[in-house]
């Protein structure tokens, strides 16, 4: 009798609790069409506090992202927009609404730091290298080496896919693609594991010559900036700016990217 109520109350809880883990997955999409309709509304104020509540939850998507940094963006919050929008563009670089409301929100910054211009080939690849992840580049060249394998194989057994003229065709097809594909695995996994950037939201930040609050002041960086960190000390920022100046932040006023 006793086994059998052990084994009731057992079925029982398990069946609760798989029950309320199946409401609360089903609870973040009625939370997210909820912000939508206030959104949809022009009720900004208040989609703002349940997309960051997802956000605070751990749900993430190009979508909310986006959303959130139109409504800050509608809000007059120029940092906390174009720091979403970023953040939307990291998971859905295409995000074609993302690039166009980002280029709008910069022309609002006070003063935007100049941008060193790229040389016209560190450019194209690095342009080319935000067509996908660095898993989708390193399947390109994997891909690439495997079919000049089997190209090499048919071309020293003389089987006929290999011929000559098909050798003569492929050969600079699979050296244009291997040099455009190489560099983008490159700069695409760099981007992935090494940058870490963050974007202004005060009004003001301060860039010292060193981590210091009676430090030189170099510069002054307005609210929507996005700065490189080169590294990071307690309370304290190493950052580069666009136009190749380094320096140090207070850690209060920004946010990562």
Do not use: C
Not at 26 to 47: H, I, V
Not at 90 to 100: G, K
Not at 220 to 232: M, P, S, V
């Amino acid at each position: 009798m006793i086994k059998s109520l052990k084994v009731f109350l057992f079925i029982f809880f398990t069946t609760l609790l798989l029950s309320f883990n199946l409401l609360n997955a089903a609870a973040p999409e009625e939370r997210f069409e909820e912000a939508n309709l206030l959104f949809k509304s022009a009720k900004y104020s208040q989609a703002i506090i349940i997309y960051d509540s997802l956000l605070k939850a751990g749900h993430r998507s190009s979508e909310l992202y986006f959303n959130l940094a139109y409504s800050y963006s509608k809000m007059g919050e120029t940092g906390k927009s174009i720091l979403n929008l970023e953040r939307a563009l990291r998971y859905d670089p295409s995000n074609n609404r993302a690039q166009l409301l980002l280029v709008n929100e910069n022309l609002k910054i006070k003063e935007k730091i100049a941008v060193i211009p790229q040389f016209f080939i560190f450019k194209f690849f690095d342009d080319v290298s935000y067509f996908m992840g660095s898993w989708g580049w390193l399947f390109i060249i994997f891909t690439l080496f495997i079919v000049g394998l089997v190209f090499l194989s048919g071309y020293i057994l003389k089987r006929d896919f290999a011929s000559n003229r098909n050798v003569m065709i492929f050969l600079p097809v699979f050296v244009v693609f291997q040099a455009v594909s190489v560099p983008a695995f490159i700069i695409s996994y760099d981007r992935e594991v090494n940058l870490r950037e963050i974007v202004v939201l005060d009004e003001n930040i301060i860039l010292f010559e060193v981590p210091e609050d009676s430090g030189k002041r170099e510069a002054q960086i307005y609210e929507g900036n996005k700065l490189r960190i080169l590294n990071d000390i307690s309370g304290w920022y190493l950052v580069k700016l666009s136009n190749g100046k380094e320096g140090w932040i207070i850690k209060k006023g920004v946010a990562g990217i």
